[in-house]
Nanobody
């Protein structure tokens, strides 16, 4: 069984930065791709960023490219999302997910992830 715990959310002014952390527990976490998704009130969950099992390949939604950076530290079974130049439209609950398949790359499809954290709220004020 895999458990994911996100942290690092909060309230920040537009233009500010936050760093989200996702700590995973379970076996062979370092064999699986991981991703960050977000869900704003009244909207569907959307892809933000993803990273492959080794950390050597990443993918970003166009809306965050150049502002957000995903990374992972496999020895700590941890993934990060560094968010810079935050905008009010980045306000959402951010979720960390881990992909079902081993040796997996980054994926934009939520259906490819079989474990999720509880989410962390990010609020960006204008």
């Amino acid at each position: 069984q895999v458990q994911l715990v996100e942290s690092g959310g909060g309230l920040v002014q537009a233009g500010g930065s936050l760093r989200l952390t996702c700590v995973a527990s379970g076996r062979f976490i370092d064999r699986h791709g991981m991703g960050w998704f977000r869900q704003a009130p009244g909207k569907e969950r959307e892809f933000v960023a993803a990273i492959n099992w080794s950390g050597g390949s990443t993918d970003y939604a166009d809306s965050v490219k150049g502002r957000f950076t995903i990374s992972r530290h496999n020895a700590k079974d941890t993934a990060y999302l560094q968010m810079n130049s935050l905008k009010p439209e980045d306000t959402a609950v951010y979720y960390c997910g881990i992909r079902k398949s081993e040796w997996s790359g980054p994926s934009r499809s939520a259906g490819e992830y079989n474990y999720w954290g509880q989410g962390t709220q990010v609020t960006v004020s204008s």
